[in-house]
């Protein structure tokens, strides 16, 4: 049942975010956690192994 409430809670902003285009920050008024920051990198977070 999680999986379908989590489904509705990503169309939900979808359909939001569609209506609120140019205005994305209005999403907070909704209860979405909304970041004002650069977007962050899609750097890998695999820890590099140290050879002793």
């Given at each position: 049942?999680?999986?379908?409430?989590?489904?509705?809670?990503?169309?939900?902003?979808?359909?939001?975010?569609?209506?609120?285009?140019?205005?994305?920050?209005?999403?907070?008024?909704?209860?979405?956690?909304?970041?004002?920051?650069?977007?962050?990198?899609l750097?890998?977070?695999?820890?590099?192994?140290?050879?002793?």
């Open positions: 049942m999680l999986k379908s409430i989590g489904e509705t809670i990503k169309a939900t902003r979808d359909l939001l975010l569609g209506v609120y285009r140019t205005q994305p920050k209005r999403l907070g008024e909704w209860g979405f956690t909304v970041s004002d920051g650069p977007a962050k990198s750097k890998s977070s695999i820890p590099k192994e140290v050879n002793s």
